[in-house]
């Protein structure tokens, strides 16, 4: 493909070299160049980025994967994203694979919805359209005033198990909590395996979630009647966790969208082998896999941990070799292809339903 007929280009918006391996790929499958540009930080630290050819009148995509630091990824999105707008770009899609913040997405206390404050900002910045993969809550789509289209790694990762996992037949699907049971039910129905679901945890969490912001305060500090004496709502406590679902002599695969801190992933997998599971697989989509992630699954009963490369991750496995890796580069190529000639994206949820 001649790129300079090609009226659409991609760029990198990383300054990190293992981020933009993923733009690599997918530039090779779309038989395009990455366009030219600089992406690096100042000595105070400040993002600089500078475009090296003329994208006017064009359809950009941006690619951006983000590493462990995540804030200075962000501006590194976002300032390129103004810069192609001031360029005259024509559309300026970004590419987002694992998209921050994701998990801020509901109000916590007197916290705030800080992914939906991210979604105006890359809105302000000029991008008009947004390719993301596995949505932490689909609902997040809401959040933008813009076009999102919430690619699926399902069909990559199930592949994985049909051709990896020796005598999957005998393997169970496991849900790690009840939160994740749905997604897991979907790799259960499309694979003909059962479906376990574990519940509680291992010890009480201080940071159990709530139902919306505390207030007013549940101690007072006055006498001063206020209102009306409503219920006291009875505070919520898990109890140890419990297996519904029969793992015995089975292969379990736990299935959930992110892997980050791994310590309920190493106690579910404990577990698991207590109950008779003699194979521990989990699956996920972004395998963030931060702090001492690698070395508490290469100590624990996990057998192999499988993620896509939405977020780079050799360092990981480097210091732990049962982390896996699958490309979804294909699917974000076939993407960027398909907006930018205007062809539906249906062909890209096929057999996907609302639930998944």
Do not use: W
């Amino acid at each position: 493909m001649n790129i300079s007929k090609s009226g659409y280009r991609v760029f990198s918006a990383n300054s990190s070299t293992a981020c933009t391996e993923l733009a690599k790929k997918i530039t090779e499958r779309l038989g395009v160049e990455l366009g030219k540009s600089s992406v690096y930080q100042e000595g105070n630290r400040e993002t600089r980025v500078d475009v090296k050819e003329s994208v006017r009148g064009q359809d950009i995509f941006i690619i951006q994967t983000i590493p462990r630091d995540v804030n200075t990824a962000i501006m590194e999105l976002l300032i390129m994203a103004y810069a192609l707008k001031t360029s005259c770009a024509k559309n300026i899609i970004g590419v987002i694979p694992y998209f921050p913040y994701s998990k801020q997405c509901k109000m916590r206390k007197r916290g705030s919805i800080v992914c939906k404050l991210l979604a105006s900002m890359l809105a302000n910045s000029g991008l008009t359209h947004i390719i993301t993969m596995d949505l932490h809550q689909k609902e997040v789509q809401g959040f933008f005033s813009f076009p999102v289209d919430n690619l699926r790694a399902s069909p990559f990762l199930i592949q994985y198990i049909q051709e990896e996992i020796p005598d999957y037949r005998n393997a169970i699907i496991v849900a790690k909590s009840p939160s994740s049971a749905k997604r897991a039910q979907s790799y259960a129905e499309r694979l003909r395996l059962g479906l376990a679901v574990m519940h509680g945890e291992p010890h009480q969490s201080e940071l159990d979630m709530v139902d919306g912001p505390q207030s007013p305060p549940l101690s007072r500090t006055s006498t001063v009647h206020t209102g009306l004496e409503l219920p006291v709502m009875m505070a919520k406590e898990k109890p140890p966790i419990t297996v519904v679902g029969d793992v015995g002599g089975r292969i379990a695969i736990i299935i959930d969208d992110i892997i980050d801190d791994v310590e309920d992933f190493v106690a579910a997998a404990e577990i698991l082998k207590e109950r008779g599971a003699y194979k521990i697989y989990i699956m996920a989509t972004h395998g963030l896999l931060s702090a001492d992630a690698p070395r508490l699954i290469e100590e624990s009963a996990i057998d192999e941990v499988v993620v896509t490369n939405t977020i780079p991750h050799e360092i990981q496995k480097l210091q732990c070799p049962k982390i896996k890796t699958v490309d979804v580069s294909m699917i974000l190529a076939e993407a960027i292809r398909r907006t930018h000639n205007g062809e539906s994206m249906a062909y890209l949820f096929r057999n996907i339903t609302v639930d998944d």
